[in-house]
């Protein structure tokens, strides 16, 4: 007898998990979430399905929340695209809570798509089959209903519970877990404790790099993807927004903050009473924020973490500064006819300084004055020379691997050294004690005896290696030479006559950045124009400039020239006419 095979309907397999991977435990250990893992989903639906659908595709969605939708929800949004021409009739999956979390309302509208698209079943694991199709059967609406609103319930009240339990380790100054910062560990309690060496490295790196070398936040994460090639601290690309939130998070100065952006979760909020309530509540105000200084060990310097902070706010004011990185008068130069900030540019292998209003708005709105840095540049030095106490703390070095790349050597020489010492002292020992054992015994010591004098043999020859005084390596030396090529290229220099300084100070092999001027017989610092504008920036310094206009005859037509005769200047507690000076 020939039995006819049944055919099966074709189905696609959906399947969704809240969280990723591993969690860390109070104990610093790591376990898997608490969640049924998509290969156990799949192994569920495998199953069910098994004689009665047939899984034409399989779509997944790790570690996103059920209440998400659209492009926040890749693998929903492609089953949602390709069901229709799958020919689905049907989405399987563990749980309908798997298939969404989302409001009632979201949930009809997708599910209006998907009976539009030719689906008529969700077909669960665990609460049996809803039929997409029985518009008029009040007890299968009623049965999705339930079950799409408990699915959206429970994540309302998990949102609550957590929303709860953040607020209450808040009140404490204490973190709920989560994954902690980059170069950062939880340390069980509600802490953090310093992370990874290498990152611990690059946070300090990365501030040391904005704040005191004034370099922006692209050429940070540039540097980090291409010279250093760190990952970032989700493993992919360093981009700005990565720098930048690198850069606030006040975690690195040892400080806890909790609900400072009041953006809550996805259906609760804290408000500005510290009362845990629902978003639609909350008309727009700003949450408590809640703050506890000095919780953990400072990662970066706190006077190094202020700094930073500093220079992201007066960056994020000053658009034109920030656009018009890389000279040392940015935003410090102001065209007196029309107001506007000069732009730096380079011209002929020179820099200038030029007003851009006539090419922006029209040949009407002003002319096209301009002037070269080293007219003016030199003046506005002195100035700033005259200004800063102490010059000397501003010195634009290299960065600390660069000047002390020898660290891990030396530290390697004094572990070296010591168990030297130490070894040399116990085969003495040894060799004294040796007359008094018997001759089994002194077989056995002999040996030991003889395993740290190898040892000692091979201690003796890495120490041999390297002398004591031997600090840089070439690699080392041709790193630095590069670093210094690269700044001498772009140097600025700030004379500090009056000052009593020495005219010259060695700060290590071919850097010296305090120097004396051939011209002026002075003292002076050469500093990076970033550091020298931000300078310029702090005191407050502006120079209103003013050209006059003469007519000349160039090749044999008249043309006009700007000249410039004056102005007005200001910087820290000096001011004045600039027609004197210049």
Same mark, same amino acid.
């Given at each position: 007898?020939?039995? /006819? ?10 399947? #969704? ?5 591993? +969690? ?12 049924? !893992? ?14 009665? =659908? ?24 492609? $089953? ?11 989405? @399987? ?25 030719? @689906? ?83 946070? #300090? ?11 922006? $936040? ?22 700005? @927004? ?17 609900? *400072? ?22 008309? &727009? ?17 706190? /006077? ?12 994020? *004011? ?100 010591? +168990? ?9 020992? &040894? ?58 290229? /772009?140097?600025? !220099?700030?004379?500090?006559?009056? /000052?009593?300084?020495?005219? =010259?100070?060695?700060? &290590?092999? $071919? ?72």
């Amino acid at each position: 007898m020939i039995t /006819k095979r049944k055919k099966l309907i074709p189905a696609v397999g959906y399947l #969704r998990k809240s969280t990723k991977g591993e +969690e860390e435990t109070k104990d610093g250990k790591r376990r898997q979430r608490q969640e049924k !893992s998509i290969p156990q989903q799949k192994a569920e639906i495998e199953k069910l399905v098994a004689g009665r =659908y047939e899984i034409v595709a399989w779509y997944d969605d790790p570690g996103i929340s059920g209440w998400k939708r659209g492009a926040k929800r890749p693998g929903f949004a492609r $089953m949602m695209d390709n069901v229709e021409r799958l020919g689905a009739q049907a989405i @399987v999956c563990d749980n309908l809570d798997r298939f969404s979390r989302a409001e009632f309302g979201e949930v009809q509208a997708d599910t209006d798509k998907l009976c539009q698209r030719g @689906v008529r079943w969700i077909v669960t694991a665990s609460h049996g089959t809803y039929d997409l199709g029985s518009k008029y059967d009040i007890g299968e609406i009623l049965k999705f209903v339930v079950a799409a609103w408990s699915a959206c319930e429970y994540s309302r009240q998990l949102s609550r519970r957590v929303s709860l339990a953040k607020r209450n380790m808040a009140e404490k100054g204490k973190r709920a877990g989560g994954r902690p910062p980059y170069g950062m560990r939880n340390d069980g309690n509600g802490g953090l404790l310093h992370g990874d060496p290498a990152e611990v490295k690059i946070v #300090r790196w990365i501030f040391d790099q904005y704040a005191n070398f004034q370099q922006s $936040m692209n050429a940070i994460a540039d540097a980090l993807n291409k010279d250093k090639k760190v990952p970032s601290p989700r493993g992919s690309r360093w981009s700005t @927004v990565t720098v930048r939130g690198v850069l606030m998070r006040e975690c690195y100065r040892g400080d806890f903050s909790y609900n *400072k952006r009041s953006g809550g979760g996805r259906f609760y909020q804290v408000d500005e009473r510290g009362e845990v309530i629902a978003n639609e509540e909350s008309n &727009g105000t700003k949450g408590k924020v809640y703050r506890r200084r000095k919780a953990y060990k400072p990662l970066v310097d706190p /006077k190094l973490f202020d700094k930073a902070q500093r220079r992201l706010a007066t960056m994020s *004011k000053n658009r034109t500064r920030r656009k018009n990185q890389g000279y040392a008068l940015a935003g410090v130069l102001v065209c007196n006819h029309c107001g506007r900030t000069l732009i730096g540019a380079r011209r002929n292998g020179r820099t200038i300084y030029r007003c851009t209003t006539a090419s922006k708005f029209g040949a009407g709105a002003c002319k096209s004055y301009s002037i070269p840095e080293k007219a003016i540049l030199p003046f506005v030095m002195r100035l700033l020379g005259q200004e800063i106490t102490d010059l000397r703390e501003l010195l634009s070095t290299p960065p600390d691997e660069l000047r002390e790349p020898n660290r891990e050597r030396t530290e390697r020489r004094d572990v070296l050294e010591r +168990e030297r010492t130490e070894l040399t002292k116990r085969i003495d020992q &040894g060799m004294d004690a040796a007359f008094d054992f018997d001759k089994r015994n002194r077989k056995v010591l002999n040996r030991k005896i003889a395993e740290m004098q190898d040892r000692l043999e091979a201690i003796e020859r890495e120490l041999g290696d390297t002398e004591a005084g031997d600090e840089y390596s070439r690699d080392d030396l041709d790193a630095l030479n590069a670093w210094h090529d690269a700044f001498m290229d /772009k140097a600025v !220099s700030v004379p500090m006559a009056g /000052k009593g300084y020495e005219a =010259y100070v060695d700060l &290590g092999p $071919m850097v010296s950045h305090l120097h004396q001027d051939p011209d002026t017989e002075e003292a002076a610092v050469l500093m990076h124009p970033l550091v020298v504008n931000a300078l310029l920036h702090d005191l407050g310094t502006e120079l209103r400039l003013r050209w006059q206009t003469e007519t000349i005859t160039r090749g044999g037509k008249p043309a006009n020239r700007h000249i410039l005769n004056g102005g007005r200047f200001r910087l820290g507690q000096s001011g004045g006419s600039l027609k004197r000076h210049l």
